[in-house]
């Protein structure tokens, strides 16, 4: 079955620095999603990508997806406090099936 | 709107007990999901619902048994626990007919459950 790994599991940065997590699935993807949780809260989408190659921007956070659409990664440029907790990628099957595989998620820590 | 809602927040059961565990949402989805969380394996897809009146295996759907009566509602059963089902359950609905392109999906607040 379709696999989607995240590096690293864990970061911890100083505030103000930057911060990169990446996203690989065993298959090609029709999509894939980014969401973040709060920690002691629930996933909150952020956002989707569907072409190959492309890249969007929130703000501070800029996400990609792989020309190949295997892969895809989320950067924050530098880091505040409120960006405090995990980031998961979830990827759709290439063949558009209704069920997103989540990541194993990426927990992110600032030191103030 | 609530959005979804999950019932109870809290549990803690004896191994073998049984329980049940409700999702609703307000926004006519026809997708529902639940999801167990643990530490370090991220969210796993137990069973999920592509409308009322049916239901689905996902990842992990061993011990647990699904209904989905009505379209706002899907409940999670647990027949009789153990302690590895002990988990962070989390509820889930996507896909309007009339809108939300992104299909994103829309996850209540969770359910911390303990099996001793």
């Known amino acids: 079955g379709q696999q989607v790994m995240q590096i690293p599991q864990y970061q911890h940065v100083q505030e103000g620095e930057d911060f990169t997590t990446y996203c690989n699935s065993s298959?090609?993807?029709?999509?894939i999603q980014w969401y973040k949780q709060r920690p002691g809260g629930h996933p909150v989408f952020l956002i989707q990508?569907?072409?190959?190659?492309e890249v969007k921007k929130q703000k501070r956070l800029t996400f990609q997806f792989g020309e190949a659409k295997k892969n895809s990664s989320l950067h924050i440029t530098a880091t505040q406090t409120t960006d405090v907790g995990t980031y998961f990628c979830?990827?759709?099957?290439?063949?558009?099936?209704?069920?997103?595989?989540f990541g194993t998620g990426t927990r992110l820590t600032i030191i103030p | 709107n609530a959005g979804v809602t999950q019932t109870p927040k809290f549990r803690v059961l004896k191994t073998g007990q049984s329980m049940t565990l409700l999702c609703a949402q307000d926004?006519?989805?026809?997708?529902m999901y639940w999801y167990r969380q643990d530490p370090g394996m991220g969210l796993r897809l137990i069973h999920y619902?592509?409308?009322?009146?049916?239901?689905a295996k996902g990842e992990v759907p061993d011990g647990y048994n699904v209904s989905r009566l009505k379209k706002q509602n899907f409940l999670l059963g647990l027949e009789s626990a153990a302690p590895s089902q002990t988990s962070v359950y989390f509820c889930?609905?996507?896909?309007?007919?009339?809108?939300?392109?992104?299909?994103?999906?829309?996850f209540g607040p969770g359910t911390r459950l303990t099996v001793l």
């Open positions: 298959t090609t993807l029709s999509n």
């Open positions: 619902s592509v409308g009322e009146g049916t239901t």
């Open positions: 889930a609905s996507s896909y309007s007919p009339s809108g939300d392109p992104t299909d994103t999906q829309y």
């Open positions: 990508l569907v072409k190959s190659g």
């Open positions: 926004m006519n989805h026809e997708y």
């Open positions: 979830a990827g759709r099957g290439s063949f558009g099936n209704e069920k997103l595989t």
